[in-house]
């Protein structure tokens, strides 16, 4: 069973950063395209950023254009979001996903997903 794992989250005032990392076990992660997600109570779970498994090939949400930043380090099977410029609308739970095939921006495109990391920003 693939297993991911993400840690980071925490609380932080506005305009500051955050780095999440999301590891990964039980597969291939380096054959796997990795994306994150957050969703805050009440809403639906939103895509956030994306990155091929080559690493190469990034995509990122409107709202966090700019200010967040995904990458990936496959040696150490591990995925980060690098978040910066953080505003309280940025408060959610984060989630990270993978798929062996390249995934989208909707959550049921991709097989398998971590358990999810608090983030609150506040003002």
């Known amino acids: 069973q693939v297993q991911l794992v993400e840690s980071g989250g925490g609380l932080v005032q506005a305009g500051g950063s955050l780095r999440l990392s999301c590891t990964a076990s039980?597969?291939?992660?380096?054959?796997?395209?990795v994306a994150w997600f957050r969703q805050a109570p009440g809403k639906e779970r939103d895509f956030v950023a994306s990155?091929?498994?080559?690493?190469?090939?990034?995509m990122y949400s409107d709202p966090v254009k700019g200010r967040f930043t995904i990458s990936r380090d496959n040696a150490k099977h591990m995925v980060f979001l690098q978040m910066n410029s953080l505003k309280p609308e940025d408060t959610a739970v984060y989630y990270c996903?993978?798929?062996?095939?390249?995934?989208?921006?909707?959550?049921?495109?991709?097989?398998?997903w971590g358990q999810g990391t608090q983030v609150t920003v506040s003002s």
């Open positions: 996903a993978a798929d062996k095939t390249p995934g989208g921006t909707l959550m049921y495109e991709y097989d398998y």
């Open positions: 039980g597969y291939t992660f380096s054959s796997y395209s």
């Open positions: 990155i091929r498994e080559t690493g190469r090939g990034t």
